[in-house]
């Protein structure tokens, strides 16, 4: 039975006009792509950067976490700004941010000039993340939110795919400065497009709680960096991280809980679609870092195959969430997230199970076509999943679901990738097997998470407050 979808508010705009809705779109991609191949082009070129800036390999990884500490600390207040402020003018000043950001990147001749620019640009990507799914929201008609939302994660997925070899292709016939410079015109143009093209938001007005802010950057920060110094560097270091980032956490929850409109959204953690969709999206997300992380080291270490081979084995994957994704996104618009993200990680974590079945002298056909269902799998939920949790939101909450979402996708990440560094500690050779083992469990419950969500209702029609949130466009 399809699922009843909210109509907009009497008074309010639902959505954008063509041709104004595909230049809004255009500046929603191009800026999605430039933050998300940002991620991945680094990785690649590290040893290259390192060498050249005579860096040491424990320094340059700060040119990798530096983008990434900045991202995570930031979502959350750069969402209430958006709520705050309007989520147009959060979006543009992130967007200038980046660019400056990828710009000071292109110019840095040592490794603190360049993890300097790069927390510079983490700030700017923090921003285009942090307000991305609102704009969204308010680009498409809600009959279409669904289709839009899918549309969004081909995007980044196909951003994530390509990243490795744009940024090989890139140092073939460069230096690794126009990994970086290559955003400035790109930004320019996007920042042109975007004063015309995206819709103009009216904020709350309602004053920022700075230290709030700084409470959660200091929570998230040290949450992060403590699980992964527990593993990768040193216990104690790390165990200390923690408590502080758990300190922070416990204070940020006192003060936040009772508000209308909190920086950690308590508020629509308490509507159950939104939070069962938040928890779902945090455990299928480390199911899928685990596999992730795992796997490449199965490939070369057991397998025997190249660098270059293991590339082209994970490609399927991503490729299958962006064929996928827009289907599920189509069908979110009509069927109910919790039965379509049911399906979705029911398929993923039978891919799971069978990636954790191939022994050595398997064929590279024999790889491909299991990582091909993973990615299918994963595509069919997340469009839905990312759907029920933008529109379970008031509209003038649409910044703080999108930081919740974004941050939701960050949290199971890290907890994946921390997991799957304690398996190799404690199970060796064998810990790519027992990885995908326990993603696949992982998977299994969040389908039943997800099916949970068939029980409620969303509502017919929208809160009586979000009528005029939306100012008409130019």
């Known amino acids: 039975m399809a699922e009843p979808r909210a109509a907009p508010a009497s008074g309010a705009p639902d959505g954008l006009p063509v041709p104004r809705r595909y230049w809004s779109v255009a500046t929603i ?22 060498r050249e800036l005579q860096a040491t390999p424990a320094g ?40 400056a950001g990828s710009l000071g990147c292109a110019l840095s001749h040592t490794l603190l000039e360049l993890t300097t620019a790069r927390v510079l640009q983490g700030l700017g990507a923090g921003g285009i993340m942090s307000i991305n799914s609102a704009l969204v929201r308010h680009t498409y008609p809600q009959r279409m939110l669904g289709q ?97 980032g758990a300190l922070a956490a416990a204070a940020l ?48 270490g057991v397998l025997g195959r190249s660098a270059v081979e293991t590339g082209f084995l994970m490609t399927p994957w991503p490729l299958a969430v962006g064929l996928t994704a827009p289907i599920a996104g189509r069908l979110a618009d009509r069927y109910p997230a919790g039965l379509l993200g049911g399906i979705g990680l029911g398929v993923f974590a039978v891919g799971l199970t069978l990636l954790s079945m191939i022994h050595p002298g ?21 469009s839905p999943n990312n759907r029920a949790m933008v529109s379970s939101a008031p509209m003038h909450r649409s910044g703080a679901a999108g930081g919740m979402l974004a941050t939701a996708r960050l949290l199971g990440q890290t907890a994946g990738a921390v997991t799957t560094a304690v398996f190799f500690h404690l199970a060796g050779t064998h810990a790519t097997t027992v990885a995908l083992a326990t993603a696949a ?21 929208p809160p009586r407050e979000e009528i005029g949130q939306l100012a008409a466009g130019p």
Do not use: H
């Not at 959204?265 to 509507?271: E, G, T, W």
């Not at 969040?446 to 029609?461: G, Q």
């Open 29 to 50: 991609w191009l800026a999605m792509t430039m933050s998300v191949l940002d991620g991945a082009i680094a990785n690649v070129a590290l040893p290259t950067i390192a």
């Open 60 to 99: 340059s990884i700060w040119i990798v976490n530096a983008y990434q500490l900045a991202i995570t600390v930031t979502l959350l207040p750069l969402a209430a700004l958006g709520d705050k402020l309007g989520y147009r003018r959060v979006y543009m000043a992130g967007l200038a941010i980046f660019t």
């Open 148 to 244: 839009g939302i899918g549309l969004n994660a081909v995007v980044i997925s196909i951003s994530a795919a390509i990243g490795p070899t744009v940024a090989s292709g890139i140092l073939s016939i460069a230096s690794w400065e126009w990994l970086f410079a290559i955003n400035v015109p790109i930004g320019v143009v996007t920042i042109a497009i975007a004063g015309r093209a995206l819709p103009r938001t009216e904020g709350s007005g309602r004053k920022l709680d700075v230290t709030s802010a700084i409470l959660s950057a200091i929570a998230f920060g040290f949450l992060i960096m403590g699980a992964e110094g527990v593993v990768r560097q040193s216990l104690v270091l790390g165990l200390v991280e923690l408590a502080i």
């Open 253 to 300: 929850t006192c003060r936040e809980l009772g508000r209308p409109a909190p920086l950690v959204p308590f508020d629509l953690l308490r509507i159950p679609i939104f939070g069962l969709s938040i928890a779902t999206s945090i455990v299928s997300f480390a199911a899928q870092m685990l596999a992730y992380v795992s796997l490449p080291f199965y490939f070369q």
């Open 362 to 382: 398997a064929s590279n056909l024999d790889i491909v076509w299991r990582m091909a269902v993973c990615g299918m799998g994963f595509g069919f939920f997340q």
């Open 441 to 461: 469990g992982v998977a299994a419950v969040a389908a039943l998470v997800s099916l949970l969500r068939l029980k409620l209702a969303p509502p017919s029609r």
